[in-house]
């Protein structure tokens, strides 16, 4: 992100906290910590907080219900890290129902309590013991998994939350895939027109696909070394011969809907008589792969049609995102906040994602969820059905029609800050090898 953006950043969040809880401020601030947001509420900068020091005479929260341990955030409605949290609190309050009291007061309707509790940073969460004795506060955004851990650097361990099967999945086909092999895409599963079939050869056999544009994408992600185009053909659109793809002349033009539409040819001249009729340019080989691979996308680096790709912005820059975990994931392989837009995969209509710290700080719209294209292997595992088996969906509603729509679909429905923070939780290592194709290279 440039400078006068980070500045904006800023801005708005001290003008969307200060003026409205007037609290007295201190003369320091805590360190910063990398993970952590927070709202400032004196005139001081913003500033990244995590652990605040319990004050000397700390507040005595009412005894909890049958003296629980009590998880207690003071924050407000309206501001980013809260409204991040807020997902958050939900989820420990019904997992952990029974062991633990969870509270949200909201310190911008209720200006006394921030007093009484002496605070000047929100969100900030506050740990009492059963009697009301408080151990512990934070300031700013805390992961589920790091208030869980602080609870049990504490003394109180409350278990492993039971799993929770996802709000909405199918793990068999409704209906079996009953195309034939040769008729199906090795990379997006999409019917194979005999016109543009390209194939690669292998030590198992040919394996076909689509369209010149599928091969250009599993060759860039091959691991192999001696990996060649010399293994490859594609079909001529006229004779319906297969032509090293080499030596092909490429006629490429555009589509009704703006997409890039490729027909291969043995020589130019045939490529010439279709451009007459239909426009176009014609490419040679080398071309035809720079155009190709010119746009790449920013977390796995493969080969992608603006046009299909989701848009992500970061750091001031814009890239893409072959699937909209992808997107998701040029936070992770950044380390930056992104701001991506995707589309409904059944209506087309918008969804953004802008993230803060690894985590979703705005969904437009709040109802958007993701669906992961998966399967269980034969020892329940999950193990997911590749990147063109994903998809954002404005609602619950529209993934479900999809699902219906499409009897072969397996996986489940997981929020987007789900999907988020599998991705952030990738090491270097995972990142630098997704989408690649090395053990299960076509063969």
């Known amino acids: 992100m440039k400078a006068l953006p980070r500045i904006l950043v800023v801005v708005l969040l001290a003008a969307a906290v200060a003026g409205v809880l007037a609290l007295k401020s201190r003369s320091t601030a805590p360190e910063p910590a990398a993970g952590a947001a927070e709202a400032v509420v004196s005139p001081e900068p913003a500033q990244a907080a995590q652990e605040t020091p319990v004050p000397e005479a700390p507040v005595a929260a009412p005894a909890p219900p049958e003296g629980l341990p009590r998880l207690v955030e003071l924050g407000a409605d309206k501001c980013v890290p809260c409204k991040m949290m807020a997902p958050i609190l939900d989820e420990l309050k019904t997992e952990y129902a029974g062991k633990m009291d969870v509270q949200f007061i909201d310190v911008w309707k209720n200006p006394r309590a921030g007093e009484e509790y002496g605070i000047q940073l929100i969100p900030t969460q506050i740990f009492f013991d059963g009697s009301g004795k408080e151990l512990f506060r934070h300031t700013g955004f ?3 998994e790091d208030i869980l851990a602080a609870w049990k650097e504490l003394g109180f361990d409350f278990g492993t939350a039971p799993d929770k099967e996802p709000a909405f999945s199918r793990w068999e086909p409704a209906q ?6 040769d008729a199906v895409c090795y990379l997006c599963d999409g019917d194979i027109d005999g016109r543009t079939r390209t194939v690669m050869s292998t030590p198992a056999g040919d394996v076909g696909f689509c369209a010149p544009h599928c091969y ?7 691991t192999d070394e ?3 185009h010399q293994n490859a053909a594609v079909t001529d659109w006229t004779a319906g011969t297969r032509v090293p793809v080499m030596e092909a002349v490429y006629l490429y033009g555009m589509d009704g809907d703006g997409r890039p539409e490729v027909k291969a040819f043995a020589g130019r001249n045939a490529a010439e008589a279709e451009r007459a009729r239909s426009g176009g340019n014609v490419f040679s080989w080398e071309q035809f792969e720079a155009k190709e691979t010119a746009a790449r996308c920013g977390f796995c680096d493969r080969p992608v049609y603006p046009e299909d790709a989701s848009v992500v912005r970061v750091d001031g820059m814009q890239t893409w995102g072959c699937c909209v975990m ?11 906040d992104i701001h991506m837009t995707a589309r409904d995969v059944l209506t087309g209509e918008p969804i953004t994602v802008t993230t803060l710290e690894g985590h979703v700080a705005k969904l437009e719209p709040p109802s958007a969820v993701a669906w992961a294209g998966a399967r269980k292997d034969p020892e329940g595992k999950i193990v997911s059905t590749g990147c063109f088996k994903q998809g954002f969906f404005a609602s619950e509603a529209n993934l479900r029609k999809w699902v219906e729509a499409h009897p072969a679909a397996t996986g489940h429905q997981v929020t987007i800050e789900q999907a988020l923070v599998a991705k952030m939780k ?14 299960c290279a076509p063969r």
């Open 226 to 228: 001696a990996k060649s």
């Open 142 to 144: 805390f992961p589920k």
């Open 176 to 181: 079996p895939d009953t195309r034939p092999r």
């Open 426 to 439: 990738l090491t270097p290592e995972q990142i630098s090898k997704a989408c690649k194709i090395g053990e």
């Open 326 to 336: 992808c997107a998701l994931g040029v936070a992770a392989r950044t380390g930056k």
């Open 216 to 222: 250009v994408i599993t060759f860039a992600s091959l």
